[in-house]
């Protein structure tokens, strides 16, 4: 009932107080997957939601269902703290000594696995930082400072 965190991961933790956003948890979630839903459309990769199960899968209802985005946020007086972790050029072996979010039924995928080849985490990050930007209605500064619109 862990996750993992290590070398070719994007993770993410934002700090937003979401009373200046709206003060809801379930929608902050759904944002943050909508971001990487997005990417992977940029690889030509169906990302999708699991009823029931937090992050972003491929192959949803199906038996080879793979996880590639992992959620995990806390926000306290609204103010977020924890976020994500996906999967880009991941190591995929350390999560066989796991069970990965407490799912033992469900493959993890990376984005390397899913397209056959490395990817540049430079590119993920531009895009994660432009759809954080796009999906939550914000502007990010050049120190990563967000600052609403």
Same mark, same amino acid.
């Given at each position: 009932?862990?996750?993992?965190?290590?070398?070719?991961?994007?993770? %993410?933790?934002?700090?937003?107080? @979401? &009373?200046?956003?709206? !003060?809801?948890?379930? #929608?902050? $979630?759904?944002?943050?997957?909508?971001?990487?839903?997005?990417?992977?459309?940029?690889?030509?990769?169906?990302?999708?939601?699991?009823? %029931?199960?937090?992050?972003?899968? @491929? &192959?949803?209802?199906? !038996?080879?269902?793979? #996880?590639? $985005?992992?959620?995990?946020?806390?926000?306290?007086?609204?103010?977020?703290?924890?976020?994500?972790?996906?999967?880009?050029?991941?190591?995929?072996?350390?999560?066989?000594?796991?069970?990965?979010?407490?799912?033992?039924?469900?493959?993890?995928?990376?984005?390397?696995?899913?397209?056959?080849?490395?990817?540049?985490?430079?590119?993920?990050?531009?895009?994660?930082?432009?759809?954080?930007?796009?999906?939550?209605?914000?502007?990010?500064?050049?120190?990563?400072?967000?600052?609403?619109?």
């Amino acid at each position: 009932d862990i996750t993992y965190h290590g070398p070719g991961q994007l993770v %993410g933790y934002p700090i937003l107080d @979401l &009373d200046h956003f709206f !003060p809801d948890i379930h #929608k902050y $979630l759904r944002y943050l997957e909508e971001i990487f839903i997005r990417i992977l459309a940029d690889y030509g990769l169906q990302g999708e939601r699991s009823p %029931g199960e937090t992050g972003v899968w @491929l &192959d949803v209802g199906k !038996p080879n269902a793979r #996880k590639i $985005l992992a959620l995990g946020v806390k926000a306290s007086r609204w103010v977020t703290m924890h976020g994500w972790a996906f999967n880009v050029n991941t190591d995929l072996n350390y999560f066989k000594n796991i069970i990965p979010c407490g799912i033992d039924d469900k493959e993890v995928t990376s984005l390397e696995k899913e397209l056959a080849h490395p990817v540049s985490m430079f590119e993920v990050k531009k895009k994660a930082t432009a759809y954080f930007a796009e999906v939550f209605d914000v502007s990010i500064t050049s120190t990563h400072t967000l600052k609403t619109k």
